[in-house]
Antibody, heavy 119, light 109 residues
Framework: QVQLVQSGAEVKKPGASVKVSCKASGYTFTSYYMHWVRQAPGQGLEWMGIINPSGGSTSYAQKFQGRVTMTRDTSTSTVYMELSSLRSEDTAVYYC????????????WGQGTMVTVSS | EIVMTQSPATLSVSPGERATLSCRASQSVSSNLAWYQQKPGQAPRLLIYGASTRATGIPARFSGSGSGTEFTLTISSLQSEDFAVYYCQQYNNWPPEFTFGPGTKVDIK
């Protein structure tokens, strides 16, 4: 079945970086875009950016420009999201989510990865 | 940036009743509007895309309508499993910008 499986929870200190992975299975990896969305505790959903697994092109939300990097490994059908210069406000659950094209809804979501930033 | 608003923030409904949730965009998003359901501790689930098309496996009691800036999600007869938070999302802009509304919590009256 189609699924996205994310890496486990992380605890980081302020100023550090975190890299979260999202492994896709059950479909052709390069035929769908992948998004990253985060959700702070008790808060709503915030879109971070998109990557095209086929060519690797990316587009990031302005808020995260310069701090986020999305990459992919087609040999393992995995996408990665790295967020640098972490601060306490980055404490959140990070989700990957699949989209059919650059203007489509997100039909499959990963289970989420909790990232805690604390000194 | 397109700003999405949702109303009400909380909707208290009895099982079997109808629930109507509203979503408004600060500028036209055509029909590029989706609705998601999220339960505590779970990832969001896609309910509706293209403003009115149910996603695979979504029961017929969920329906979406609207275009431009005004959208509605209707749950015709609430079941116990429908109590959750509902988010709308626009995906109309270029360069890509996928903004979510703040959510409507549907709880038991």
């Amino acid at each position: 079945q189609v699924q996205l499986v994310q890496s486990g929870a992380e605890v980081k200190k302020p100023g550090a970086s975190v890299k979260v992975s999202c492994k896709a299975s059950g479909y052709t990896f390069t035929s769908y875009y992948m998004h990253w969305v985060r959700q702070a505790p008790g808060q709503g959903l915030e879109w971070m950016g998109i990557i095209n697994p086929s060519g690797g092109s990316t587009s990031y939300a302005q808020k995260f420009q310069g701090r986020v990097t999305m990459t992919r490994d087609t040999s393992t059908s995995t996408v990665y999201m790295e967020l640098s210069s972490l601060r306490s406000e980055d404490t959140a659950v990070y989700y990957c989510a699949r989209g059919l094209n650059v203007r489509s809804a997100f039909d499959i979501w990963g289970q989420g990865t909790m990232v805690t930033v604390s000194s | 940036e397109i700003v999405m608003t949702q109303s009400p923030a909380t909707l208290s409904v009895s099982p079997g009743e109808r629930a109507t949730l509203s979503c408004r965009a600060s500028q036209s998003v055509s029909s590029n509007l989706a609705w998601y359901q999220q339960k505590p501790g779970q990832a969001p689930r896609l309910l509706i895309y293209g403003a009115s098309t149910r996603a695979t496996g979504i029961p017929a009691r969920f329906s979406g309508s609207g275009s431009g800036t005004e959208f509605t999600l209707t749950i015709s007869s609430l079941q116990s499993e429908d109590f959750a938070v509902y988010y709308c999302q626009q995906y109309n802009n270029w360069p890509p910008e996928f903004t979510f509304g703040p959510g409507t919590k549907v709880d038991i009256k």
